[in-house]
Nanobody, 124 residues
Framework: QVQLVESGGGLVQAVGSLRLSCSAP????????MGWLRQAPGKEREFVAA????????FYADSVKGRFTISRDNAKNTAYLQMNSLKPEDTAVYYC?????????????????WGQGTQVTVSS
C-alpha cells in the first residue's frame, strides 16, 4: 500500500524558514516524479514545486522561485521542500504528491498519490 507522509510543518514568523519532508514507504520512489502543492483557506490547490525522478530537473511556481528548494533522496524514499524567506501568503496546507508521468507538473489533477498534508502558518 502506497503512503506519502509529510512532516515538518508548523508556525513560523515571516522571513523564517521551514523544511518539509515527505516519506514514501511502499512507493517505487525512483520511478515517480515528486511534487509539493498547497491549499490556502478558500482557495484552490496550487502547484508549488516538483522534481524529476532522479532530481536532475526541478520546477517552481513563480511565487516561490528563489525562496523554496525541492530535493529528493531516492535511497531514503524521501522528498524535501526547503522554504526560506517565508511570507504570510505562504500560509497553507502543504501536500506531497507523486506522479508517474514527467509532464504537467503544475496540474494537481495529474498526480497519482497524495499525502495527508501538513499545515504551514507564517505570522507577520
Amino acid at each position: 500500500q502506497v503512503q506519502l507522509v509529510e512532516s515538518g510543518g508548523g508556525l513560523v514568523q515571516a522571513v523564517g524558514s521551514l523544511r518539509l519532508s515527505c516519506s514514501a514507504p511502499g512507493l517505487p520512489f525512483s520511478t515517480y516524479a515528486m511534487g509539493w502543492l498547497r491549499q490556502a483557506p478558500g482557495k484552490e490547490r496550487e502547484f508549488v514545486a516538483a522534481t524529476s525522478r532522479n532530481g536532475g530537473s526541478t520546477f517552481y511556481a513563480d511565487s516561490v522561485k528563489g525562496r523554496f528548494t525541492i530535493s529528493r533522496d531516492n535511497a531514503k524514499n524521501t522528498a524535501y521542500l526547503q522554504m526560506n524567506s517565508l511570507k504570510p501568503e505562504d500560509t497553507a496546507v502543504y501536500y506531497c504528491a507523486a506522479k508517474i508521468s514527467t509532464l504537467y507538473f503544475g496540474d494537481a489533477g495529474r498526480y497519482d498519490y497524495w499525502g495527508q498534508g501538513t499545515q504551514v502558518t507564517v505570522s507577520s
